[in-house]
């Protein structure tokens, strides 16, 4: 299971955090993901991290978001920095998860949503 929060409403320019637990049965989670989805467009993704902390950010945030991992907790984070009108989307997390050792066909799976919106 993934539990998004951290969405609300903010300004131009100003900052929110977005955080998802993953809970139940882990083993381990090589990727975690943001992804998010405006009306009428095709959900995109935002950021992405390994367990080893390499990142991936679409060009539209790189320098605005960042994302981070805390692998104890099964936690990911996006800092989104400098948020703009276009950025206003339902942020989704998302999780390659392994179930045990000798999973070897990891799963993704998708947390709930949480909506940012920023006005102007």
């Known amino acids: 299971q993934l539990q998004a929060s951290g969405g609300g409403l903010v300004q131009a320019g100003g900052s929110l955090r977005l955080s998802c637990v993953a809970s139940?049965?882990?083993?381990?989670?090589?990727?975690m993901d943001w992804y998010r989805q405006s009306p009428g467009k095709q959900r995109e993704l935002v950021a992405g991290?390994?367990?080893?902390?390499?990142?991936t950010y679409a060009d539209s945030v790189k320098g605005r978001f960042t994302i981070s991992r805390d692998n104890a907790k099964n936690t990911v984070y996006l800092q989104m920095n400098s948020l703009k009108p276009e950025d206003t989307a339902v942020y989704y997390c998302?999780?390659?998860?392994?179930?045990?050792?000798?999973?070897?066909?990891?799963?993704?799976?998708w947390g709930q949503g949480t909506l940012v919106t920023v006005s102007s």
């Open positions: 998302n999780a390659v998860v392994r179930l045990s050792a000798l999973d070897v066909s990891p799963k993704r799976y």
């Open positions: 139940g049965r882990i083993f381990s989670i090589p990727v």
């Open positions: 991290i390994t367990s080893g902390s390499s990142t």
